[in-house]
């Protein structure tokens, strides 16, 4: 018995370990120079500076959607699935284009942070510079200068609105001694093609990971459904013993208490509502880098599933709670009323932030956590830094991990939880007696 403990602890210890190695790779890879560098100032004729991206960009790119489904890159080998594009473009029509660098490849579609632009031309109309200086007796006056900069690209922006598009780039430039120099900020203005609309149907990675997700579900209800058909009346086995005490527990603890009697019709939207978010947050801990309930379009379209199904098995009462709050004086019916309707919208807006919050800090938490092993090693610089951190950051990096598979479970059970409690209270009917005030009121 205690080996095959051992023997779990350890398969589940490595699987651990290999995403967390495979989070350190794409953080290195994310961290390194990037390609045509600045030229240094202070390097001497002909030295070049690296441009590093800064940490909080590092781990913004990490939970973010993108196009690319990046993994890590080992050496000069990136390890990614390029997803293809499809524009729609009303001066070109439907275009489709096999991966980011076939887009690159046509001179008139800018990719840049996940998104696409349509320009006249890839040579930039204008470019921008801001450059703060880390030498503290240079650092008031490059702040000075950087301050008479951003006004000038404010004015530029907002006397061209709409017929450029911008692109921006923050990172940090090291002299030819691999010192720090100083902090560098370059945005790059693109002439937009006018008159042309252009509606991006590409499939993004957090699209495909959700079709994963809901691939996953059907195949394992539906095995579990032939199952019970063919094993009718006999004990569970196998998959069908591990989802049914899941299934009994959201059909008894989830969905029965709260629906009034009503619940045998929403279970299987419960059903689909807890695993799909659960096997969402579970993807998100493997090596895979995804962030699915991280994603605020996820979970707003979540929420906005809540209140359609509020406002469509809503009574006469509920709305009459809302609209004219019975048993209070008349003059403070008003009141009652923005105070009601801000409750109507708070409820799926509550549940939304509160599972991309939930979810999104964790994925920030191990993030800072293996990034500080390039913060102290210096991106490389310093070897002492990053080896002496390099223990705690795993530590701490494996215990959050440890976490997150709870909270994963915890915030699947919290959102179906909270709707079938919203649900339930549209469903409620009420007794009222204006003339009693508010003890009539049920």
């Given at each position: 018995?205690?080996?095959?403990?051992?023997?779990?602890?350890?398969?589940?210890?490595?699987?651990?370990?290999?995403?967390?190695?495979?989070?350190?790779y794409?953080?290195?890879?994310?961290?390194?120079?990037?390609?045509?560098?600045?030229?240094?100032?202070?390097g001497?004729?002909?030295?070049h500076?690296?441009l590093?991206?800064?940490?909080?960009?590092?781990?913004?790119?990490?939970?973010?959607?993108t196009?690319?489904?990046?993994l890590?890159?080992?050496?000069?080998?990136?390890?990614?699935?390029?997803?293809?594009?499809?524009?729609?473009?009303?001066?070109t029509g439907?275009?489709f284009?096999?991966?980011?660098?076939?887009?690159?490849?046509?001179?008139?579609?800018?990719?840049?942070?996940?998104?696409?632009?349509y320009?006249?031309?890839k040579?930039?109309?204008?470019?921008f510079?801001?450059?703060t200086?880390?030498?503290?007796?240079?650092a008031?006056?490059?702040?000075?200068l950087?301050?008479?900069?951003?006004?000038?690209?404010?004015?530029?922006?907002?006397e061209?609105?709409?017929?450029y598009?911008?692109?921006?780039?923050?990172?940090i430039?090291?002299?030819?001694a691999?010192?720090k120099?100083?902090?560098?900020?370059?945005?790059?203005?693109?002439e937009?093609?006018?008159?042309?609309?252009?509606?991006?149907?590409?499939?993004?990675?957090?699209?495909?990971?959700?079709?994963?997700?809901?691939?996953?579900?059907?195949?394992?209800?539906?095995?579990?459904?032939?199952?019970?058909?063919?094993?009718?009346?006999?004990?569970?086995k196998g998959?069908?013993?591990?989802?049914e005490?899941?299934?009994?527990?959201?059909?008894?603890?989830v969905?029965k208490?709260?629906?009034?009697?009503?619940h045998?019709?929403f279970?299987?939207?419960f059903?689909?509502?807890?695993f799909?978010?659960?096997?969402?947050?579970?993807?998100g801990?493997?090596?895979?880098?995804?962030?699915?309930?991280?994603?605020?379009?996820?979970?707003?379209?979540?929420?906005?599933l809540t209140m359609?199904?509020?406002?469509?098995?809503?009574?006469?009462?509920?709305?009459?709670?809302?609209?004219?709050?019975?048993?209070?004086?008349?003059?403070?019916?008003?009141?009652m009323?923005?105070?009601?309707?801000?409750?109507?919208?708070?409820?799926?807006?509550?549940?939304?932030?509160?599972?991309?919050?939930?979810?999104?800090?964790?994925h920030f938490?191990?993030?800072a956590?293996?990034s500080?092993?390039?913060?102290l090693?210096?991106?490389?610089?310093?070897?002492a830094?990053?080896?002496?951190?390099?223990?705690?950051s795993?530590?701490?990096?494996?215990?959050?991990?440890?976490?997150?598979?709870?909270?994963?479970?915890?915030?699947a059970?919290v959102?179906?939880?909270?709707?079938?409690v919203?649900?339930?209270?549209?469903?409620?009917?009420?007794?009222h007696?204006?003339?009693?005030?508010?003890?009539?009121?049920?």
């Amino acid at each position: 018995m205690k080996s095959q403990i051992l023997k779990r602890f350890t398969g589940f210890a490595a699987v651990i370990g290999i995403a967390i190695s495979l989070s350190l790779y794409s953080c290195k890879a994310q961290h390194g120079p990037v390609e045509g560098g600045h030229e240094s100032s202070a390097g001497g004729e002909g030295a070049h500076a690296e441009l590093e991206d800064e940490v909080s960009d590092v781990i913004i790119h990490h939970v973010m959607d993108t196009h690319d489904w990046h993994l890590a890159d080992v050496g000069e080998t990136e390890i990614a699935l390029h997803l293809p594009w499809i524009l729609y473009n009303s001066a070109t029509g439907i275009e489709f284009y096999g991966s980011t660098h076939a887009l690159a490849e046509n001179e008139h579609y800018l990719e840049a942070h996940g998104n696409v632009y349509y320009v006249s031309s890839k040579t930039p109309v204008r470019e921008f510079h801001f450059s703060t200086s880390k030498d503290p007796k240079l650092a008031a006056a490059s702040a000075a200068l950087v301050a008479t900069e951003r006004a000038e690209l404010k004015k530029f922006e907002t006397e061209n609105a709409g017929k450029y598009a911008f692109v921006h780039h923050k990172g940090i430039k090291r002299d030819a001694a691999g010192a720090k120099e100083a902090l560098i900020e370059h945005v790059t203005a693109y002439e937009l093609v006018q008159g042309a609309t252009l509606i991006d149907f590409s499939m993004t990675k957090t699209a495909l990971h959700i079709l994963i997700v809901a691939i996953v579900i059907f195949l394992m209800f539906t095995s579990v459904a032939r199952a019970y058909k063919k094993r009718g009346g006999m004990a569970p086995k196998g998959l069908q013993s591990f989802m049914e005490p899941v299934i009994l527990f959201v059909r008894d603890d989830v969905a029965k208490p709260y629906l009034h009697g009503k619940h045998e019709k929403f279970v299987p939207y419960f059903l689909t509502l807890f695993f799909f978010i659960w096997f969402s947050n579970l993807l998100g801990l493997t090596p895979l880098s995804s962030n699915i309930a991280g994603n605020t379009t996820i979970t707003i379209m979540l929420a906005m599933l809540t209140m359609v199904l509020i406002v469509a098995n809503s009574t006469k009462d509920f709305w009459m709670h809302i609209f004219w709050f019975p048993g209070v004086p008349i003059w403070m019916k008003p009141l009652m009323l923005v105070v009601e309707l801000m409750g109507f919208f708070t409820r799926p807006a509550a549940l939304a932030i509160r599972l991309f919050a939930n979810i999104s800090a964790g994925h920030f938490m191990v993030l800072a956590l293996i990034s500080l092993i390039f913060i102290l090693g210096d991106n490389g610089h310093s070897a002492a830094g990053a080896y002496t951190i390099m223990p705690l950051s795993l530590a701490f990096s494996l215990f959050i991990f440890m976490v997150e598979l709870l909270v994963a479970a915890v915030q699947a059970f919290v959102f179906s939880l909270l709707t079938a409690v919203f649900i339930g209270q549209a469903m409620e009917t009420h007794s009222h007696d204006e003339g009693h005030g508010a003890e009539a009121h049920h």
